[in-house]
């Protein structure tokens, strides 16, 4: 092994190309490189609250005739069941409401959103540099911490690629990112950064001979750490009935995921061929 | 034990005041409504602003409710005796329904919920042009004014990005609060006169004199001036329009007055009245207006023609009044006051109920009296939640977090199987919301309800920081256990700087949030950053050191 790569190293490598692929593939097709929630294009979005499940189909078809298109689905949650409905274009709640009174839904408790696509792509610009200046400052503080190029760049890198790997992955599943969604690409960073930083302590002024020993205490600290954090935002995304909470989970859980072998394999492989050849010169 | 160590000493000091903030509102037993604002023309002994109100004529007040039904019966001129403060007050009613002052719920605590939790709507107003920074804090002044005219609680006006203005109002919403305050308030008083066109030609009389009018191929030939249709000409210092030029009639539109000659709006009883008509309500109050603009209905009036209607006499035009472009109210005009200066036109409406009557006179005069906005808002996003839908969240949100406390701890048991370990990390976990809600409190307390806000994505930044929170005691824990090879001295200060850090980089991440304070995440990035802020100084060296007791590692 010394002075080579793990094989295993290939299969972070490979991840990190078919995100690259999957991403450049969405921004072709459609023009954006994710699936944006209309927070962050414009729409407008209704939450009702029902006693049972309904048979959305016809809602849909008669909101769809009528305003070009429209998203009705069964949503459920531990407070009962609801359904949502979504329209492209930023038309009045009030009338979509009285729409659904005539289809026969009994409308007592609701929430609304609605936002126009000037907005929509405003608040866009602004988070997407909110999180590019985000992740410069902390790029910039990890390597006042280190003071050393290759570490700095094994965590910048885990993290970097763990954020494009997750947005790949939420495109694939559907899954809409909303102003909340880059609120959650802000805490992966914090969260890759901690187990990584857990890693790289603890490796970082051992032996070679001592590196095996090291790296499997700092990753039975970051399996902890994945499994409570994982649970928790599981248990969030199951039972909240926030959609903003329930964006944040999903973001959340995918990116834990792929932090396995973005840290533990692409970055660890990284920190040990620097230990070895730290050694050997 | 607790007493000899700093570190616990902090955290248990802090806790208690923490404690203090949150539940102090709830301690000092007041209940009910208190003085929001008194009229300036109350006849009222013993009222003062934040007294509060616990009883009006016999009725026991708990709540705002229980305040406006007893009000409503209240007639006008009527002796009303009230408990202020513990002590007995009274006034006399100015008119129906209103004794003078208006009251406003007491505020029972320090943790004040956004209004996606306790339900209310965000409305976000652009400008319809580009305007400066200093006319944006005019437009918002201007807003305050209304807001606090119209008697308006628990509204808060803030700027996002360069110019647009978000306004968010919990409780009970409508869009009508919404329409009022983005009303640009552009207010006009316009003589109206009906010109009949016989083969195209016509006269009226204009300034006192007669004057010929007649159509052109592209216009109107206004006294052998030519003007096009819609255009407003300034005819011997009166603002002039022509409209509805049809083949039979032609309407004159001369501006008599317009909001920058309203000197006073008038809210007494003597200058302002109620009262059922038909099937509604009509009502009515007066304004006071410039001596320019008095001189300027003199000149149009005199030498006006006149008509019978009933048995009055009245001019044949008519004084209408415009607020954005609608007309408000046609007023006619007695034709005793031809060449009269007026200074004190009266504006008139009528609703179908009491209660939209009274509320439509309120709007108009805080629109007036707040005077115009500097520039026509549009309404470009608006949310709306209900207190039910609200409250859902709050409750599920309670739960979601029970089911991860329980969950971390199953799974930290299962990893340390020792109980001295489990008990201090919940402990620590829930300090450190205790904590944040504390300080979030100590803001309100502090700045009197201009403080920390907790929305949603404030919660979800607490749900954030107990994941993390229960990661650094994880990381902490392994660091000071598993190095049996150094010193505890050593281990404590390897585990501190990951921690260290791991809290910089944190911060660092969540900053331009904070700095360029989009909308809703603010609250996330700074709950966030508080959370570690607290949890670095006082709750992960506090939980060091009952680790360091508890597995008698010094």
């Known amino acids: 092994m010394s002075g080579r790569f793990p094989k295993l190293v290939l299969l972070p490598i490979l991840i990190f190309l078919l995100s690259l692929a999957i991403l450049l593939s969405n921004f072709i097709r459609t023009g954006d490189f994710i699936l944006r929630d209309i927070d962050l294009k414009g729409g407008t979005l209704i939450n009702i609250e029902t006693p049972a499940p309904f048979d959305t189909s016809k809602i849909e078809q008669a909101l769809a005739a009528k305003y070009g298109s429209a998203f009705v689905s069964n949503v459920q949650s531990i407070r009962g069941y609801g359904i949502e409905i979504q329209v492209d274009k930023d038309v009045g709640v009030n009338g979509v409401i009285s729409d659904l009174k005539n289809l026969g839904v009994a409308v007592n408790s609701f929430s609304s959103e609605s936002i126009g696509s000037f907005l929509g792509n405003l608040f866009f610009e602004q988070v997407v540099s909110i999180l590019s200046i985000g992740f410069v400052l902390m790029s910039i503080v990890i390597f006042i911490i280190y003071r050393n190029l290759i570490t700095s760049f094994g965590i910048v890198f885990a993290s970097l690629a763990n954020i494009l790997t997750t947005l790949a992955i939420t495109s694939l599943l559907g899954i809409k990112i909303s102003f909340a969604g880059f609120a959650a690409l802000l805490m992966l960073i914090a969260y890759t950064v901690d187990t990584n930083i857990v890693l790289t302590n603890q490796v970082l002024k051992t032996t070679p001979e001592n590196f095996r020993k090291q790296y499997r205490r700092a990753l039975s600290t970051g399996l902890t750490l994945i499994s409570t954090i994982t649970l928790t935002m599981l248990i969030v995304l199951l039972l909240s009935p926030s959609k903003l909470l329930v964006n944040v989970s999903q973001i959340l859980v995918i990116g834990f995921i792929f932090d396995l072998p973005y840290t533990w394999i692409l970055n660890s492989s990284l920190l040990e061929w620097w230990v070895r050849r730290r050694h050997h010169t | ?554």
């Open chain 2, 1 to 554: 034990m607790i007493l000899k160590d700093v570190r616990l000493l902090v955290l248990a000091v802090l806790l208690g005041i923490s404690l203090y903030f949150i539940i102090s509102p709830l301690l000092s037993g007041r209940v009910g409504v208190v003085v929001a604002k008194i009229d300036s023309n109350a006849k009222c002994n013993n009222i003062r602003l934040d007294f509060a109100i616990t009883q009006v004529s016999a009725t026991q007040i708990k709540n705002l409710d229980d305040f406006h039904k007893s009000v409503l019966n209240i007639k006008g001129d009527e002796f009303v005796s009230l408990i202020a403060d513990g002590l007995p007050a009274n006034c006399v009613a100015l008119e129906d329904g209103n004794i003078g002052f208006t009251v406003a719920g007491v505020k029972k605590e320090n943790l004040v919920f956004g209004i996606d939790i306790q339900g209310g709507s965000r409305v976000l107003l652009k400008p319809k042009r580009t305007i400066t920074k200093s006319l944006i804090d005019d437009t918002i002044s201007v807003l305050t004014t209304r807001i606090n005219l119209y008697g308006l609680r628990d509204l808060r006006i803030y700027t996002i990005g360069e110019n647009l203005i978000q306004i968010e109002m919990g409780g009970a919403t409508s869009e009508e609060i919404v329409n009022f305050l983005s009303r640009q308030g552009k207010f006009e008083g316009k003589l109206e006169q009906t010109v009949k066109l016989k083969d195209a030609v016509g006269s009226l009389t204009f300034a006192g004199k007669s004057i010929s009018i007649g159509l052109s191929k592209d216009g109107v030939i206004f006294d052998n001036e030519q003007h096009k249709f819609g255009e407003l000409f300034t005819k011997d210092g009166i603002t002039v329009e022509i409209k509805n030029v049809t083949n039979e009639t032609i309407e004159i539109l001369s501006t008599v007055f317009t909001g920058k000659d309203i000197v006073a709006v008038f809210t007494d009883p003597q200058n302002s009245y109620l009262a059922p008509v038909g099937n509604g309500y009509e009502f009515s109050f007066a304004i006071q207006t410039s001596q320019e603009s008095a001189e300027r209905f003199a000149k149009l009036t005199r030498n006006q023609p006149i008509r019978l209607g009933g048995s009055e006499r009245y001019l044949e035009p008519v004084l209408v009044l415009f607020l954005d472009e609608d007309q408000v109210t046609s007023l006619n005009i007695v034709a005793s006051l031809a060449g009269q200066s007026l200074t004190k036109p009266t504006l008139q409406g009528f609703r179908e109920t009491r209660e939209a009557a009274l509320n439509e006179r309120l709007q108009l005069q805080s629109v007036l009296k707040s005077g115009s906005l500097p520039v026509e808002l549009e309404i470009i996003k608006t949310d709306v939640v209900t207190q039910t839908a609200g409250r859902a969240l709050l409750s599920s949100t309670i739960y979601v977090v029970i089911a991860a406390a329980i969950i971390v701890s199953i799974v930290i048991l299962f990893r340390y199987r020792d109980f001295k370990i489990v008990v201090p990390m919940l402990i620590i976990s829930f300090s450190e919301i205790l904590l944040i809600l504390g300080f979030a409190a100590f803001t309100q307390s502090a700045t009197k309800g201009a403080g920390w806000v907790l929305d949603v994505p404030a919660i979800a930044g607490l749900i954030a920081i107990i994941g993390t929170g229960v990661n650094q005691l994880i990381i902490i824990t392994d660091q000071m256990l598993q190095e049996k090879e150094t010193t505890v001295r050593q281990r404590h200060k390897a585990a501190m700087a990951i921690i260290f850090n791991s809290a910089s980089i944190v911060i660092a991440a969540m900053l331009p949030l904070v700095i360029a304070g989009v909308g809703a995440l603010k609250g996330f990035a700074i709950t966030t950053i508080i959370g570690v802020l607290i949890a670095i100084s006082i709750t992960r060296p506090a939980y060091t050191s009952i680790l360091e007791k508890v597995k008698q590692l010094s």
